[in-house]
């Protein structure tokens, strides 16, 4: 493959309603495609995986892949006020997964069948969709309440409360049993993440950015070789799925609620911070009423988005970063693009056979990749954090927030005698760090000068 240039920023091949020629937009939306895949359908292995969802993951990974082929058309295009009508490519979040996880295991606890547990998860994100959808019609108001400070301190512990679920797959598996832990199973891990850095500072763009799909390939090949893939169950699903609403059923509970809502109100700022910067990478205008629109569509249409993919049985969808990436590599900015996107996605969707394919991926090696994933939330949060002028305030902001959420991750047996609502709040880290941070944001007093020394600075001489 020849090395592709990224183009600077305002120098597009094709600009946002340029139409490029059917064989320009199919590759550059395969780049796309390659750029959020693994993104895509991850979130679903990881939680079909922890919860034990056992068969229905394939039909999981298809409707994932399905609603993000919906949801891109919808951004893309912009029906009415829902979409920013810019090419940015829409797939399962990774920021609900600790919410999701905690709420499936409430119900697992209680004696619910995965279809329970399915039905629950969907029900709540249901609802939740419409935190966001509202909260689109005052997003220009949100930094008031949801500053710099909160958003990366609750990014980062999404990032680091993940790093468990990730590491665990590392060692082998919630199952490994015995084997939890084997010399071969961390080699392999090992592996993945070698070969993804090594592919990470690789000169070619394009290898770049399909770094963490071509480790999940070379460790699944090694995998392979050591004989630990099981070829057995592949092609045991049905070669076509037809997306089929509320397949499980709906539940709610208050309690359960609460996290997957507070998450809702992050990723809508997250989403603002996305498609800022594809309007800069693409030469669009980041100020004006003209900007406002398409922040507003695109928060809208992550909501709606989301309520689409409870109802096609997948999980919560938002904006893709790293697609960015792709477009600045490639010079292509035109929506038209998405279109092509959309349809490719929706045909996978069609194929349960895709989502076979992934199961086969063994967990060392599924390991490997989710632990650069969610490491990379992480360091997300920690770059929004160094933006910020680090006071006393700000530095006793993220001391607490830090250490109730990471207490409750570490500690989960902390919380078992609150009451069960209070419980099934508190006990979720995200939610916990999060409206610490909020909460001490608006009590604590602004008027500390800034040069001030933090704790951290202060104590570090004694460490």
């Known amino acids: 493959m020849s090395e592709t240039k990224a183009a600077p920023v305002g120098a597009m091949i094709y600009k946002l309603n340029d139409v490029p020629s ?36 394939p039909y999981l990974i298809a409707m994932s892949l399905f609603v993000s082929g ?25 920021a609900f997964l600790g919410a999701i996880l905690a709420a499936g ?24 969709c419409l935190v966001e959808v509202v909260l689109s019609q005052f997003i220009g108001k949100l930094g008031r309440v949801i500053t ?39 080699a392999l891990g090992f592996l993945v993440v070698a070969v993804i850095l090594v592919f990470t ?7 770049r950015i399909s770094a963490i799909m071509l480790g999940l390939i070379v460790g699944f090949v090694v995998a392979a070789i050591l004989g630990m893939v099981n070829f057995s169950n592949f092609g045991s699903a049905p070669l076509f799925a037809v997306p089929i609403p509320f397949k499980y059923g709906i539940d709610f509970d208050l309690g359960l609620f609460l996290p997957i809502a507070f998450i809702y109100l992050i990723t809508a700022i997250e989403t603002t911070g996305d498609l800022t910067a594809n309007s800069v990478i693409s030469g669009e205008p980041v100020k004006g009423p003209l900007y406002l629109s398409r922040i507003k569509g695109g928060v809208l249409a992550d909501g709606v988005n989301s309520g689409i993919a409870a109802m096609f049985n997948t999980f919560p969808n938002t904006t893709f970063s790293q697609n960015n990436g792709v477009i600045q590599m490639t010079g292509v900015a035109s929506r038209h693009v998405g279109y092509y996107i959309a349809g490719l996605l929706v045909v996978l969707g069609f194929l349960p056979i895709i989502g076979s394919a992934f199961l086969l991926v063994p967990k060392p090696v599924l390991g490997g990749a989710t632990l650069v994933l969610f490491g990379t939330i992480a360091v997300a949060g920690i770059r929004i954090l160094a933006t910020q002028e680090i006071d006393r305030r700000k530095a006793y902001i993220m001391a607490v927030s830090f ?14 005698q609150l009451p069960d609502f209070i419980r099934q709040v508190f006990a979720t880290p995200i939610t916990l760090s ?30």
């Open 434 to 463: 999060g409206l610490a941070a909020i909460l001490l944001s608006l009590i604590l007093p602004e008027h500390e000068a800034v040069d001030e020394p933090a704790p951290s600075s202060v104590q570090a001489e004694g460490v």
């Open 105 to 128: 295991f409430a119900v697992k606890n209680n004696g619910g069948t995965p279809e329970d547990i399915l039905a629950m998860i969907f029900g709540l994100c249901l609802v939740g």
């Open 22 to 57: 059917p064989g320009a937009s199919a590759l550059a939306a395969l780049q796309h495609i390659l750029a959020a895949i693994v993104g895509i359908v991850t979130p679903t292995l990881i939680i079909g995986g922890v919860l034990g969802l056992g068969s229905e993951v």
């Open 403 to 416: 250490g109730l959420g990471l207490g409750v991750t570490l500690v989960p047996d902390a919380t078992q």
């Open 201 to 207: 500072f690789h000169a070619n763009p394009m290898v």
């Open 70 to 94: 919906v949801a891109t058309f919808i951004q893309c295009r912009r029906i009415g006020p829902v979409g920013s009508g810019l090419l940015s490519l829409q797939g399962t979040s990774f």
């Open 148 to 186: 710099p400070t909160v958003t990366g301190i609750v990014i980062t512990v999404i990032g680091l409360s993940l790093v468990k679920v990730g590491f665990t797959d590392f060692a082998g598996g919630a199952n490994a049993g015995e084997n939890l832990g084997d010399p071969v199973n961390l």
